[in-house]
Antibody, heavy 123, light 108 residues
Framework: EVQLLESGGGLVQPGGSRRLSCAAS????????MDWVRQAPGKGLEWVSG????????YYADSVKGRFTTSRDNSKNTLYLQMNSLRAEDTAVYYC????????????????WGQGTVVTVSS | DIQLTQSPSFLSASVGDRVTITCRAS??????LAWYQQKPGKAPKLLIY???TLQNGVPSRFSGSGSGTEFTLTISSLQPEDFATYYC??????????FGQGTRLEIK
């Protein structure tokens, strides 16, 4: 059974940092790209970042580029999101998600999601 | 960036109704479109990928169609558990993906 379990959320002051983790199980973690998606209170879904299966390639939304860093440790089946210079507008539920491939390497969706971890940026 | 526009943004319907949600892309995305269902306080759930492929375990009353710039999600006979918010997602430009703004489906 595929499971994704996020942790690391909490209250952070503006300008502060936070590292989120996503522990994966039930699938060959290193064979799949992984992504982070967030949802601000009462708002829709926003893609944040993605990382290839090997970890060699990372991608970011313009809204977080230069402030957030995605990484993975395939030996620990864990995905990370390091968030620096946090702003009030980064307040959201953060989800990690596993991609689904119809024909590798083209990604067709996110078939498993974590339960989400809440990050609140406030003084 | 590719923009996705869902319509309607809000839909009121009754159990047993057939409902259709439309998602329009600002440029062609082939069939790289997915649909998700999200209930309050829960993570999104993948319903449809590749525009029309039903995800494992999703009831057959859900179906998707379209290609290029116009896509639809149809629920053939609404069930009480289907009342939720639905999002489309384009992956043609993965990893730079976008979501539609959502369609909230409520009980009439």
């Amino acid at each position: 059974e595929v499971q994704l379990l996020e942790s690391g959320g909490g209250l952070v002051q503006p300008g502060g940092s936070r590292r989120l983790s996503c522990a994966a199980s039930g699938f060959a973690f290193n064979n799949y790209a992984m992504d982070w998606v967030r949802q601000a209170p009462g708002k829709g879904l926003e893609w944040v970042s993605g990382i290839s299966g090997s970890g060699d390639s990372t991608y970011y939304a313009d809204s977080v580029k230069g402030r957030f860093t995605t990484s993975r440790d395939n030996s620990k089946n864990t995905l990370y999101l390091q968030m620096n210079s946090l702003r009030a507008e980064d307040t959201a539920v953060y989800y990690c998600a596993k991609v689904v491939y119809r024909n590798y390497p083209w990604v067709d969706g996110f078939d498993f999601w974590g339960q989400g971890t809440v990050v609140t940026v406030s003084s | 960036d590719i923009q996705l526009t869902q319509s309607p943004s809000f839909l009121s319907a009754s159990v047993g109704d057939r409902v259709t949600i439309t998602c329009r892309a600002s440029q062609g995305i082939s069939s790289f479109l997915a649909w998700y269902q999200q209930k309050p306080g829960k993570a999104p759930k993948l319903l449809i990928y590749a525009a029309s492929t039903l995800q494992n375990g999703v009831p057959s009353r859900f179906s998707g169609s379209g290609s290029g710039t116009e896509f639809t999600l149809t629920i053939s006979s609404l069930q009480p558990e289907d009342f939720a918010t639905y999002y489309c997602q384009q992956l043609n430009s993965y990893p730079s993906i976008t979501f539609g703004q959502g369609t909230r489906l409520e009980i009439k």
